[in-house]
């Protein structure tokens, strides 16, 4: 490795979609390469064919309890992604392929395995969105079988003494959800788009990271490289500059706290919640500062449930999340299931496009007690406690979907009901939606998602997938405008709550508090004191009217100077 002089040119660095910010800098660690393709045998005419599709469910077992132990060890939505890949080990459907296999072609357990995840796969493919992302579970989970069966080393995350940048082609959630900040301080990746699971848990966990770098990194970076990793700008620099070094560890050392006074420089306030989906990720947003809770995710509740909890279950749940915030605000939304989040008592994983299918609110068309149960539960936990429950709904639609939803939370004692704003027909009925909710947030990744036709998973459409396309800031605008007249605050409780110069955008749209990870908390609130509610209002005009959303992030970073002085 050379050191550029002054005299040298600058190293040119290699772009990706920046989805968790930091700069840092470190050597490359490439992940092992996968297990490889078995190849195709078939068993000895001796041996046992019952015994063999043993050898497949016991192996299935083995990796259903390792990522079990694994999930106990873990927090957040790192344990709940672990907990979700060690039910898809356990799944019949694959190990039942595989054995049929090994009965019908007598082909070797691993090859079996294999080949029944492709299977899989290509099913899961077909379905698009989320149902297409669960790919990369199921390869993750038949890579594990094979190593047992194999007597192969268990693929994972690199074990090095001394702290490093990852590189992959890809990694699965649940290897993300396992990464130690400590050792791993960024990483990158071939694939992946900026609202899968993997960029989410990067964030969560405060790890800068890059995806969908589009060529293979591991190829173009070797291990022992030294790397410069700028996770806001999405740029990897080979053998930075001895000044960029410094700057980077400069900014590491650098701590920044957020003392709970969300608020422009100019004293207006912006509530600066968290988004949690239990109660430990409660109790960290609370240690963090949160002013409350902008999205419980109530579903994270459900998602290692075969059949539908008990309200008695429900109501243990839900009060360890309250507990965390007396006397302060809790967004809790209901069951969004379906799409992303399948849940075998409630949603049909067989829908052609789940993603407009019947999800989340619509669920309760063919299973209304489901939310009757929920909304029970819920009233019991906010008397147990002394937080203050706001109960919104996913998926609303339709003016008669918000005062069903509602009227239905208010006969349950839930006196603040509101929605999501995650279609968009409800941004532009927002004006009619307000005469019944009380409040709305913005799901910035669906409405994205919508607005702009494109899978937000699909890293090939990563410049559609991004909050700052100008469609979508007039949307959230055309909702802002819409609650005005009714006095209702709208929040923005995507991922877009968490981009420090996109935080100054929504606040100029009319936005009144941004839920986000905990982690985002110190920096989104540094940028918000650098600017008066005007500034925001200013900045946020030249989004709305750039003709794209990279010309908007431009002309709002050009505003921004304190982003830099952060690092951000």
Not at 117 to 137: H, I
Not at 379 to 390: L, N, S
Not at 454 to 469: F, M, N, V
Request: net charge negative; charged share 25%; with cysteine.
């Amino acid at each position: 490795m050379t050191t550029p002089t002054a005299s040298s040119p600058a190293p040119k660095p290699l772009p990706g979609i920046g989805v968790s910010p930091g700069l840092v800098a470190g050597p490359v660690a490439r992940m092992a390469p996968g297990i490889p393709e078995p190849a195709i045998e078939t068993l000895d005419p001796a041996r046992d064919l019952d015994k063999e599709c043993e050898r497949i469910a016991q192996a299935a077992r083995t990796v259903k309890k390792r990522l079990e132990l694994s999930a106990a060890e873990a927090k957040g939505e790192g344990r709940t992604l672990l907990e979700t890949t060690a039910q898809m080990a356990a799944d019949p459907t694959l190990t039942s392929s595989s054995q049929a296999m090994v009965r019908e072609r007598r082909l070797v357990p691993e090859r079996a395995v294999w080949e029944a995840a492709g299977t899989l796969c290509a099913m899961l493919e077909s379905l698009g969105g989320y149902m297409a992302e669960r790919t990369r579970d199921v390869q993750d989970v038949r890579d594990r079988i094979v190593a047992v069966l194999t007597d192969s080393p268990m693929p994972g995350i690199p074990h090095l003494p001394e702290p490093f940048v990852l590189v992959a082609k890809d990694l699965a959630p649940a290897d993300t959800a396992l990464l130690d900040p400590e050792k791993v301080v960024a990483f990158v990746t071939s694939e992946g788009g900026p609202t899968s699971h993997t960029a989410i848990l990067a964030r969560a966990l405060g790890i800068p990271a890059i995806v969908g770098t589009g060529t293979d990194v591991t190829d173009a970076l070797s291990d022992g490289d030294i790397v410069l990793i700028d996770g806001t700008k999405g740029t990897i620099t080979l053998d930075p500059s001895e000044d960029a070094l410094r700057r980077a560890r400069e900014l590491a050392q650098r701590v920044r706290v957020f003392n709970g006074d969300g608020a422009t420089k100019d004293g207006h306030e912006v509530q600066l919640l968290a988004n949690v989906g239990d109660g430990a990720a409660a109790r960290s947003a609370a240690e963090a500062g949160a002013m409350g809770i902008g999205l419980f995710r109530t579903e994270f509740c459900f998602l290692d449930q075969p059949t539908e909890p008990t309200v008695e279950q429900q109501v243990e749940a839900y009060t360890q999340v309250l507990a965390a915030f007396p006397g302060k605000k809790v967004v809790v939304r209901t069951l969004d299931a379906g799409a992303d989040k399948p849940l075998p008592f409630l949603t049909d994983a067989t829908e052609e496009n789940p993603a407009l299918g019947v999800r989340a609110y619509r669920t309760t068309r063919r299973d209304p007690e489901v939310l009757d149960h929920q909304l029970e539960a819920l009233a019991r936990a906010e008397a147990a406690t002394e937080a203050k429950v706001w109960v919104m709904a996913p998926m609303i639609s339709t003016v008669e979907e918000a005062r069903a939803f509602t009227d239905k939370a208010r006969s349950y004692g839930l006196s603040t009901a509101g929605m999501m704003i995650e279609v968009p027909s409800a941004a532009l009925m927002a004006d009619a939606m307000f005469e019944h909710a009380d409040f709305a947030s913005v799901g910035t990744n669906d409405l994205t998602q919508y607005v702009m036709a494109a899978d937000r998973l699909l890293s090939t459409l990563a410049d559609l997938s991004t909050a700052w396309q100008p469609a979508v800031l007039r949307l959230i605008k055309t909702a802002c405008d819409g609650a005005a007249p009714h006095g209702r605050p709208v929040g923005v409780c995507g991922e877009a709550a968490a981009d420090p110069a996109l935080a100054v955008v929504l606040v100029g749209l009319g936005v009144a508090s941004l839920s986000m990870t905990a982690r985002a908390l110190p920096d989104v609130d540094a940028v918000l004191k650098s600017v008066t509610l005007e500034d925001c209002r200013r900045i946020a005009a030249l989004a709305v009217g750039a003709p794209t959303a990279e010309e908007a992030r431009t002309a709002v970073r050009a505003e921004l100077p304190v982003l830099e002085e952060l690092g951000l």
